[in-house]
């Protein structure tokens, strides 16, 4: 069985980083693309059919985690607890990117990957929805920063809230314009 590993949620200066982690069903499910070329919509549809026709994990790495071990190390850390989350030793894991995690598993990094493989295409959406919907939580309790709309990335918006208000628990401090603002 291939297994197909994505995350979402390097980029932000908020917020977790997730990744997912899908076997896809026999018979794969239509439609499966990358998440960023598919409306919101369309990733809730496709969503709810990769979770009740597929084998999926999720896992994630707390701001905590990525200001302690970097992005790259916390995203390692998010893949691996998704591909654990599905209880099952994969026969080969397919990586949307360039870089992989220290497996004992066979995997191979394909640059692009969430647009080429449908198993890739389904863990690429079921991680987006996954931390959007952390992030939609979030913005009630900090809704100056906007992060119903801009998921914790550094928008305008975001930023200029960032130096009103300084940065929240969520923030990433390792990350410069959060950590720039610390120096103040």
């Not at 899908?22 to 809730?44: F, Q």
């Not at 394909?110 to 996954?130: Q, R, Y």
């Not at 900090?142 to 928008?155: C, D, E, K, L, R």
Request: glycine content about 10%; aromatic content about 4%.
């Amino acid at each position: 069985m291939t297994v197909g590993v994505d995350e979402a949620g390097r980029g932000p200066l908020a917020g977790p980083v997730v990744a997912a982690a899908v076997i896809l069903c026999e018979g794969g499910i239509d439609g499966l693309d990358d998440s960023k070329k598919l409306t919101a919509k369309r990733r809730g549809e496709l969503e709810i059919l990769i979770k009740t026709r597929c084998r999926w994990g999720i896992g994630e790495a707390s701001v905590a985690e990525i200001d302690a071990v970097n992005i790259l190390q916390a995203t390692f850390l998010a893949m691996t607890r998704a591909v654990e989350a599905l209880g099952c030793d994969p026969h080969e894991i397919l990586v949307d990117g360039n870089r992989l995690p220290r497996w004992k598993y066979r995997a191979r990094a394909v640059i692009g990957g969430d647009a080429l493989h449908p198993c890739i295409s389904a863990a690429s959406i079921i991680a987006k929805e996954h931390r959007d919907r952390i992030m939609v939580a979030a913005a009630r309790d900090y809704p100056v920063f906007g992060w119903a709309t801009n998921m914790g990335y550094g928008t305008p918006e975001h930023l200029r809230a960032l130096r009103e208000h300084g940065p929240t628990p969520l923030h990433r401090a390792s990350f410069a314009p959060v950590a720039q603002l610390q120096l103040v």
